[in-house]
C-alpha cells in the first residue's frame, strides 16, 4: 500500500513537473484587428452590436481598460508591438505606401525572435503594413526579401499593405503567393499604369462609391484603391473572401503546430476599410457594413477559439485580442458607417477615434486569456502599452534580450497574468499629426503641434491646433475640458517627462 501510494506521488509529482514546464510554453496566439474600437465589442459596453466570441476571451480571462496601441494609425503601432521602440524614434514609421520598403531592419531583434528564442514555431497572417524587400521596395515578381520571415517568422500570408491599398495580392513567405510569371505584376504610387480602370474616371465601375478622392486609383474587384497596379491578374485577392481566407491560413498554422509550441500573429484586416464582409454578414448588424464586418470578426474569432478547443489546446494556449488603433467611420467609402450608426459608440466614451490625439485613437480594447494561469471574468485598469508584450513574453519565455532591442518595451508580466495591477507610470500617445501626448496617472497632456491630422469625419475630431491640452481623464475621460490654463505647472511638469522621454533612448541603427 505504501509502495502503492509512493508511486502514486512520484507519478503526481512527475506529471505536475510535465506541466509546469508545458506552462513556460504556452502557444500564444495574439488576434490583431484593424481600426476596431474600444467600443465596438459587447464586452466593453456596445449595446448596438454584439461581438459573443470576442466576449469568451474576456469571460475566461481579463478585460483591460487602459491599454494603448502607441498610435492612432497602423504601420508604427504595429512597428512598435513587433520591435518593442516607440515608432517615432526611429524615421519613416508612419503609413506606409503599399510599395514601401521593409521599416523593420533586417537585423531588428522582433517580438518573434523573442518566440523563436525559446523554441516556437511563428506565423504571421493577415495584414502586415511594415514594407517589404530593401530601401526601394520588393521585387514583386522575384523572391521577396527581408519579408516576415526574415524577422523571425517561419511562416508569413500577409496583406503587404492595407486592403484599400495596391497591390491586392497576397504575399506568402518571399512571393506573392498565385502569380504567374507570364503575368508580371506592377506596382506604382507615382505614375498610373494604364491598362486597369481608375476609380476617378471610371465610377461607373465601381461597386462601392467613394466619399472622397483618397481611393480614387486602380480598380480591383469593382473597389477602387491607393495607388496603380496591373498585371498578376491570377493573383489578385477578393474582399468578401479575405478575412475567411485569413483564418483559414491561421487556423492551418495552428494545425500544423500543434504538438510545439507557436505563436501566432494573427492580423485579421477587419474593419478596415473598404467593408467588404462575406455575403454571410451582409444586412445581419444593422449597422451597415462597418457593423457586419464587426460580426464578420467575431465570428472568425470564434473560429480560432473552437479549433483551439477541438485539438485541446485551450488550456495552454495564451489567446490575445487588440487593434492597432481606434476607430473611424466614413474613410473614403461611401459604406453607410455613419448613416447607419444607430447610436453605438465605437470609442466606448473616449473622444476622437483613429488619426485622433484624443483617447479613443489609442485606447485599445485588450483582452487575454490562458485558462492554466489566468483567472477567469477580470477587469484591470492597469496601464498597459503593447510595446510591452515584447519583454513580458521574454520574461515569460525566459529569453534575455540583445542589448539595445525593445528599449520602450517593460515587463508587465504580472499584470498581463493579472497578478497585479502596477502597471506602467506613463505612455506616450502619438497621432496621425505625429503630436505625441502623455498618459500619466489620472492626467493626459497633449503636447502643442502643428497637427491637424486629415478628418472629415465630424463625430471623430482630431485634436485642437497649437495649444497644450490638459485633461484629468478620472474626472473627464472624454476630454472635454481643457484644464491647462488651470493648472500650468502640472503642463509644464508633464511636458518635461514627455521631453525626457523622446530624448531618453534614440534609436540605432
Ligand atoms: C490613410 C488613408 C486611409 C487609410 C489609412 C491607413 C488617405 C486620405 N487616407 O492615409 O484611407 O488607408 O491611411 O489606415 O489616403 S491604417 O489603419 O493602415 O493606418
Ligand atoms: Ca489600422
Redesign the pocket.
Known sequence: MLKFSKYLLLFGLLSSFQSLKAQEKPNVVFIYC??LGYGDISCNGATKISTPNIDRIAKAGIRFTNSHATSS???PSRYALLTGEYPWRKQGTG?AAGNAGSIIDENQFTLADVFKGAGYKTGVVGKW?LGLGGPNGPDWNGYIKPSPNDLGFDYSYIIP??P??VPCVYVENHHVANLDPKDPLKVSYDAPLTDLPIGREHPELLKMMLS?N??AETIINGISR?GYMSGGKSAWWKDETMADEITEKGSDFIKKNKDNPFFLYFAIQDV??PRAPSPRFVGKSGLGPRGDAILELDYNTGKILNLLDSLNLTENTIVMFSS??GPVLD??YKDDAVEKLNGHTPGGLMRGG?YSKFDAGTRMPTLIKWPAEIKPNQVSDALFSQLDFFASFASLTKQSLPQNSAPDSQDMLKVLLGKSKQGRENVVEQSMSKGLSLLSGDWKYIAPSKGPA?MKDKNMETGILGKAQLYNLKDDIGETTNLAAQYPEKVEKMAITLKEIEAAHPHKN
Open positions: 484593424d481600426d494609425i497602423c504601420t503609413i503594413h499593405a492595407t484599400d491599398r472622397s483618397q481611393h491607393i478596415h476599410v492597432d488603433n474613410d473614403g483613429k486629415i
